[in-house]
């Protein structure tokens, strides 16, 4: 009998499995990722740390991942969401119930933090994506607005 999916809260021991299923996500959407246990480390459990993560385990196994992040909107009236940055089920267990779990998870959360929003997005092409957040209740939405990138010197070191 295959037992439950559980949410757990990564852990400074997880950095490898987390690199690892960065890497599987990475190739499945066709990008590229470097490794860098100390970046990882240090966002995720350091100090001064910016995301928190979370994995989906079944049978002792972790299957599945979250990364997410706050996104504040001060100056509207929704004033906090919670952002996933990345969502990531192993191949062999999609359609069984493991990203929605970790999403239910993820809104409970966003909720014990004031979060009054749970946003996340999905390469253009990845269609599979798409239709699971309009099935788990997600709307899509425009971006409104430029947006616009520089790097910062100190980023290079």
Request: charged share 25%; hydrophobic share 45%.
């Amino acid at each position: 009998m295959e037992k439950a999916t559980v949410i757990r809260n990564a852990t400074e021991k997880d950095v490898t499995r987390i690199e690892d299923m960065i890497a599987d996500l990475c190739e499945f959407q066709g990008d590229t990722y470097v490794r860098n246990a100390c970046a990882i480390y240090r966002d995720l459990f350091g100090p001064d740390k910016g995301a928190d993560a979370f994995f989906a385990v079944k049978d002792g196994k972790e299957v599945g991942f979250a990364l997410v992040t706050w996104h504040f909107s001060l100056h509207q009236t929704i004033k906090r969401r919670l952002n996933v940055h990345l969502l990531y089920v192993d191949p062999r267990h999609r359609r069984t119930g493991v990203g929605l779990k970790l999403m239910e998870h993820l809104e409970d959360f966003a909720a014990s933090f004031g979060a009054t929003e749970l946003i996340v997005s999905a390469h253009l092409q990845n269609e599979p994506a798409h239709q699971a957040y309009l099935a788990m209740g997600f709307k899509r939405r425009m971006i409104d607005g430029a947006h616009f990138q520089k790097m910062l010197l100190s980023a290079a070191h």
